[in-house]
């Protein structure tokens, strides 16, 4: 059990940093990419894309990042 509850607690406190890192950057390639400022759909929809992105990567990480750790769950 506490290997699953140290995959949560590291992956929430991971999740908004790393989404803002994502966004951020993300932003600002397609900025650069239309050479203008983005509108606020398109900003919407960078943020929603790195919300998944971020939940993805967190999850994986620190899943690894505890096996390495703790080791396997089961033994």
């Known amino acids: 059990m506490y290997f ?3 995959i949560l607690v590291l992956a ?3 999740f908004i940093p790393v989404s803002k890192i994502i966004w951020v950057m993300s932003v ?4 650069k990419r239309f050479d203008k400022p983005l509108n606020e759909e398109q900003i919407k929809g960078q943020q929603r894309r790195a919300q998944v992105i971020a939940l993805i ?3 994986l ?3 690894l990042f505890n096996l390495q750790l703790l080791g396997s769950p089961h033994g």
């Open 4 to 6: 699953y509850t140290s």
């Open 12 to 14: 929430l406190l991971l």
């Open 28 to 31: 600002r390639r397609l900025q």
């Open 57 to 59: 990567v967190t999850f």
């Open 61 to 63: 990480f620190s899943w």
